[in-house]
């Protein structure tokens, strides 16, 4: 947790990273949005460093990750938050809109995930049966390399797979296995009022058609391309990341302040 150098500011960002990674992936983004913001960094249930957590253990979903996030919230007494996520946790923010939307002030959703193409199909399919052959942090290597393909993807590659072999073979197979339950947490949200950034490198193959498709007449919701940049874009592009970031997060929390003046 950051706290902002104004006690009266109570502005709360809460970032939520990518499977197999952890807090440690938004390194380029704290700085940056504490010079405006509160932050918090959540480590998503079986990713390090948390300890096993019976909750977790005894019934994994995106709906149980979901209530887990908001009990954080609550214990730190954050009644409403802007949330930023990347891959799996743009995923979970899908899923945090459609049960908690009074809780979300606003979403910026990076690497974005809402349908699979058929070559990522495929790809799901031979992990289902490579998982039962290969160490995971093999298997996780092959879909990191196909992801992000590109000499300019490395070191956001290198980054998720150091952060993935501190995650061990236990947790990352009970995440495997929610893959296809994915595309349910985006059910809705196209129709919800929560204003809503979508950042995608112009690279991340696998996912911007279909994320496009999906905001076709969406009102609230925006994507912008980053160029030159694959599915990491916090890490392989961080200051274009963080402008876009901050940029449209002060838009909202400057309508709202209008809104209360208002009122």
Known sequence: MYKHDNPLNDTWVVLLHGLGGNSVIWKKQIESFTEHYNVITIDLPGHYPNEPLAKWE???????????????????????????????????????????????????????????????????????????????????????????????????????????????????????????????????????????????????YLFISKLNEFLENDSYGELVQIPECGHVCNIEKPEMFNKLTIGFMNQQVNLERVRKVSN
């Open 58 to 204: 005894f019934n994994n979903s995106f709906e149980i990750c979901a209530d887990m996030i908001m009990d954080v919230l609550n214990h730190h007494y954050i009644q409403k938050a802007h949330l930023v996520g990347i891959s799996l946790g743009s995923v979970i923010i899908h899923q945090m809109i459609q049960q908690y939307p009074n809780r979300i002030a606003s979403a910026v959703l990076g690497g974005a995930i809402t349908e699979f193409n058929w070559f990522s199909k495929m790809l799901l399919k031979a992990g289902n049966y490579l998982k039962k052959v290969l160490p995971y942090i093999w298997l996780y290597a092959i879909f990191a390399h196909v992801i992000m393909p590109r000499k300019h993807h490395k070191k956001a590659r290198w980054i998720f797979i150091r952060e993935a072999k501190k995650m061990g073979s236990h947790a990352f197979l009970k995440w495997f296995s929610l893959a296809n339950d994915i595309t349910r947490t985006p059910i809705g949200v196209n129709e919800s009022s929560i204003p809503r950034l979508y950042l995608s490198g112009s690279e991340d």
